[in-house]
């Protein structure tokens, strides 16, 4: 009879075991890869004994084996509670990632998302170079192209500095006025990016003008209250993921949120844009008028009272590229 007991007590109790069980089964991720220069194949990635794809954003988890098998390769990593970049190549032989473990994952959600985006971008650019290089600054046609400035474009207010970016060519002249037509910024920009001083922008119109080769092209800049702009997802500020992570994830958020924030979603990316593969791959991307073609769960770009910023695609349909 005691035995039965035993047995029924215990039965009792499984199912409010297995919760406690599971967080310590499932490995948690400790940070992902960020950049590599070589084909992924130059990469030995192990989880125990499998081996993984290398991939942009591809977690990272406690005692991961890397092995760079090229000496002019690298492979560059974002560990959580670590604030610059872990850099491996050839001289590291095979090295064990070990580092803070977080409480819980972070790559799913939004962030989760943001890898689709990012790796899609990444294939697609990937392909691009197999036929041709392109890098920031690489475009040198004469005719005065802005694809991020097809349309009037929405910016949070504040005092903050603006990033502009266009196509070709490679010289342009800006300048940003106010709806006094006074001049805020002005300056030339080489490359295809150029960065005004920081500047206390007030809600209100302004309007940019792009000099070049004879043309200027002029559109409409629309500054609202950081309160009546779209809500980031409350993960965004989770202090637990590596900041070039949530910088990037925010400026993808923004661009699929409406093709009206696609220049706010370049602020996010561009200062970056130098020493991040993933936010360079999204500057390239905004700046070429291109973004996420939906947003993860349903998650719309609602300003108050700003209706110009509640429109969005299905959120259920795979990210894709406009």
Avoid: C
Wanted: hydrophobic content about 40%; cysteine-free; overall charge negative.
């Amino acid at each position: 009879m005691k035995r039965w007991i035993l047995v029924l007590i215990g039965a009792a109790l499984w199912p409010s075991a297995l919760p406690a069980a599971e967080p310590q089964s499932k490995s948690l991720e400790i940070g992902y890869i960020e950049s590599f220069d070589h084909r992924p194949d130059v990469y030995v990635l192990k989880t125990g004994d499998a081996r993984r794809e290398v991939a942009i954003l591809a977690p990272v988890f406690n005692g991961d084996t890397i092995e760079v098998k090229d000496a002019y390769a690298t492979l560059t990593l974002r560990l959580v509670g670590q604030e610059g970049p872990t850099v491996l190549s050839k001289a590291n032989e095979v090295a064990t990632i070990t580092g803070q473990i977080p409480r819980k994952g972070f790559l799913s959600g939004v962030l989760g998302w943001t890898t689709s985006v990012v790796q899609l971008f990444d294939r697609e650019q990937r392909e691009q170079v197999s036929a041709s290089i392109r890098d920031l600054g690489s475009e040198g046609g004469s005719q005065l192209s802005a694809p991020l400035l097809a349309r009037p474009q929405t910016l949070l207010a504040g005092r903050r500095k603006l990033t502009i970016g266009w196509v070709s060519p490679l010289i342009v002249e800006v300048r940003i006025l106010d709806g006094q037509r006074r001049q805020v910024a002005s300056g030339t920009g080489s490359g295809t990016l150029w960065t005004t001083p920081e500047v206390d922008w007030s809600p209100g119109e302004y309007t940019i003008e792009m000099s070049a080769s004879g043309e200027t092209m002029r559109q409409s800049l629309h500054f609202i209250p950081p309160d009546e702009g779209p809500h980031l997802p409350p993960e965004l500020g989770d202090s637990t993921v590596p900041e070039p992570l949530r910088a990037v994830a925010a400026g993808a958020w923004y661009a699929a949120a409406n093709p009206a924030l696609l220049l706010e979603a370049l602020q996010h990316v561009a200062p970056d844009a130098g020493s991040s593969r993933p936010a360079k791959l999204l500057t390239v991307a905004f700046v070429d008028g291109k973004r996420p073609s939906s947003q993860p769960f349903g998650e719309q770009g609602e300003g108050n009272g700003h209706d110009s910023l509640r429109s969005g695609p299905d959120a259920s349909a795979a990210p894709s590229i406009r």
